[in-house]
């Protein structure tokens, strides 16, 4: 079992925690600490359900699946961020892409597991 930070798909997650760490800073106060801060909030647990699928045998289809939730309600925050314009459409379509790169990474490993 490779150790959780070696995982492709623990990379591309943590590479998109700190994107949205990143540009959460410059959306308007009223959208800053609530969706913002939710969508931290959301990421963080994504990663934390995908370390603890590659910790554990017992129950890993279950923190995959849970980590998929996550990763819908990720896309669902970032498009309306977008909708109430407080994201560009380039930075939205970049990380639209990792959010598409994990959705399929985390499909394959609950197919193989």
């Known amino acids: 079992m490779p150790t959780y930070d070696n995982l492709p798909v623990y990379k591309t ?9 990143n540009f959460s800073q410059s959306l308007t ?16 647990a ?21 980590a998929r939730e996550n990763l819908e309600v990720i896309r669902l925050f970032l498009r309306l961020l977008k909708d109430l314009k407080q994201i560009s459409l380039t930075k939205f379509i970049t990380i639209n892409e990792s959010i598409e790169s994990i959705s399929k990474q985390l499909t394959a490993w609950k197919i193989h597991s």
Request: proline content about 0%; overall charge positive; aromatic content about 10%.
């Open 13 to 21: 997650s943590y590479d998109l925690l700190l994107a949205i760490f």
């Open 29 to 44: 106060r009223d959208y800053k600490y609530t969706i913002g801060d939710n969508l931290k909030t959301e990421t963080v």
């Open 46 to 66: 994504m990663i934390t359900n995908i370390y603890r699928a590659n910790s554990t045998l017992s129950n890993r289809s279950d923190r995959i699946q849970s």
